[in-house]
């Protein structure tokens, strides 16, 4: 199983009018993006110190890349995680009423697996991505 | 380039009392600093509390940059360097309690 069958669900669930199918969509966008996210990082040899929080150590990972596309992902994360806090949390927000934040989140989403998919079919181009990662 | 007085700075109190907690007060300044010189398209800058969800272990501080959508360039390359320069300046440890974070606002000025 992988995670980006959390963004199909994504989709399904956001063609949905109510707010709280748009902000399970909000919630499935983020969980599909960044489950890929971290079994990539495991794929190419990163492990997670045990005690660390698995979404703020992928997160990390990311933003401090070198690579652009891995940059470029990290702050996807960094967007859709705020974004996935107040879809779940806040039930106060009204941002939720409108389709806007669940589109724009499947979206980044989409975008930013298009990235991870383009470095992990090109041995050359996943190298370097793999070295520009701190530990 | 923007210059400090003409974009709007609101901190809430919230996260003025964990940045002063956390003794970050100098790389928030320095984040926002960097936000106002790279940024083009600046509207305002507003420093929030973010609490401590399952997603991350610490409460923190988020800057949302609102910048002007028009000013976006196709590759975000000020994002890029702005990007660049967190990595090169910021510690992932302070990184974990501020993040800034670009907003682009559509015909949109409060």
């Given at each position: 199983m992988s995670g980006r069958g959390f963004l199909d669900v994504a989709r399904d669930v956001a063609t949905k009018a109510t707010e709280f199918h748009q902000r399970a969509a909000v919630i499935h966008a983020y969980y599909g993006l960044v489950l890929e996210c971290r079994d990539a990082l495991f794929r190419w040899g990163f492990a997670m110190p045990p005690r660390d929080n698995v979404h703020a150590w992928v997160r990390l990972r990311l933003v401090f890349a070198a690579d652009k596309d891995l940059k470029v992902m990290g702050r996807a994360l960094d967007t859709l995680v705020r974004l996935r806090n107040e879809a779940s949390y806040?039930?106060?927000?009204?941002?939720?009423?409108?389709s806007a934040p669940a589109q724009r989140a499947i979206q980044d989403s989409t975008t930013a697996l298009m990235l991870l998919d383009q470095i992990e079919n090109d041995p050359t181009r996943r190298a370097a991505a793999i070295a520009s990662i701190q530990p | 380039m923007n210059t400090i007085t003409t974009v709007p700075l609101a901190i809430e109190p919230q996260a003025a009392q964990l940045v002063k907690e956390l003794g970050m007060q100098a790389e928030l300044d320095q984040m926002l600093e960097r936000a106002r010189q790279i940024i083009?398209?600046?509207?305002r800058l507003h420093v929030l509390f973010a609490p401590p969800?399952?997603?991350?272990p610490d409460p923190s501080v988020v800057i949302e940059a609102y910048r002007?959508?028009?000013?976006?360039?196709p590759d975000d390359l000020h994002w890029d360097l702005y990007s660049k320069w967190q990595s090169a300046t910021i510690s992932p440890d302070v990184y974990r309690h501020l993040t800034l974070l670009i907003v682009d606002e559509i015909n949109h000025v409060r």
């Open positions: 806040d039930l106060l927000s009204s941002k939720f009423a409108s | 083009p398209g600046l509207r969800y399952d997603t991350g002007d959508a028009a000013a976006q360039e």
